[in-house]
């Protein structure tokens, strides 16, 4: 069984602010440097430099030290809704949390963005209060789901343990409505498909331990070999396990037919050659309309050791997914890295 690193079924605010702070906190702990990467795309501009300075010989006023060490201070202040229910008056009695911070974040996280109206409300009021400031307050208005993407924009595919982590975050904001409308239309997932790719592709079918969380994607595709060798549009997605009354089949997502049990008995089957026993441990099966065959190749060194999540309006630079042959033939042209 999945041991998760966030709570789940809790609706309320505290939890949903606990476990994006414990994400926040796994992600300095991980890699501090990546954690300030973090903090700059997302809160402060360029000139953030919260890293600490070492510097030999840095001349002050009346002397020359032999060496200083420095770090800029900043504060966050966050406040959390599961919908976009902030009120005015509490947020500008938390702009008295900051002191003489040199750089101040006052951050809005819910399920949604925060209404134009009350952005413009609140904006208004903050300038108001920075007349009177040395160092103003900035207000970031976010989601949990774009905290969450950030994180996965400023680790790679090699960070292992923190892309766990937040596939568990979003597994958790799923499960607990914190991501109300799925954009999974333009999402890719890919998987590692060597010894059984032949057949995943013949049956346009591909299987997972239930227990491994995921987002939501509209799109899977099966690496090999250096490269993206095929990609497919998600049907259906259903769970199945051997019980002693037979087999026992959960549908997720499209329909349960006789033609997809088939084709579960034969992923079994097909698994039983490479030491795979699928029968007793449950796994979830993507069934794809069809694998469309593509060349989308990776070209740095060393090959993913497990799934990543692709844009697809990012790759193809379009709102406007194309059919999933063209998408292939798209991905045939690119590289990735």
């Not at 904001?173 to 998987?191: A, E, F, G, H, P």
């Amino acid at each position: 069984m999945r041991i998760h690193y966030f709570q789940r079924y809790h609706q309320k605010e505290n939890v949903a602010t606990a476990n994006t702070m414990l994400l926040l906190s796994r992600l300095y702990q991980y890699s501090a440097d990546k954690f300030f990467r973090f903090l700059k795309s997302e809160f402060f501009a360029d000139s953030f430099e919260p890293e600490m300075a070492f510097v030999l010989q840095d001349k002050s006023i009346d002397s020359v030290p032999d060496a200083t060490i420095t770090q800029k201070s900043f504060k966050i202040v966050v406040e959390t809704k599961l919908s976009d229910w902030f009120y005015s008056d509490q947020l500008m009695r938390h702009l008295q949390s900051f002191g003489d911070e040199e750089f101040k974040v006052i951050m809005t996280l819910a399920p949604e963005p925060m209404a134009d109206d009350k952005m413009k409300s609140v904006a208004e009021q903050i300038t108001e209060f920075n007349a009177l400031q040395k160092y103003p307050v900035v207000h970031i208005n976010t989601t949990f789901e774009n905290i969450a993407n950030a994180i996965q924009d400023v680790i790679d595919d090699r960070d292992y343990e923190m892309q766990d982590v937040v596939d568990d975050f979003l597994n958790y904001c799923y499960t607990d409505s914190l991501i109300k409308v799925s954009d999974s239309w333009k999402y890719m997932r890919m998987q590692l498909a060597g010894t059984t790719f032949d057949f995943n592709v013949k049956e346009n079918i591909y299987y997972d331990n239930v227990d491994r969380g995921f987002r939501p994607h509209d799109y899977l595709c099966l690496y090999k070999n250096k490269s993206i060798r095929a990609v497919g549009k998600v049907c259906a997605r259903i769970t199945a396990v051997e019980t002693e009354e037979g087999m026992q089949y959960t549908t997720e997502f499209g329909e349960l037919t006789d033609e997809r049990k088939q084709k579960i008995d034969r992923a079994i089957s097909n698994g039983y050659e490479y030491g795979y026993n699928l029968k007793t441990s449950t796994q979830r099966y993507f069934f794809v309309e069809k694998f469309y065959a593509t060349d989308y190749e990776k070209i740095t060194p060393r090959a993913p050791m497990g799934t990543r999540i692709f844009d697809l309006t990012q790759i193809l630079e379009t709102e406007d997914i194309p059919d999933t042959g063209q998408i292939a033939d798209l991905l045939s042209a690119k590289t990735w890295g």
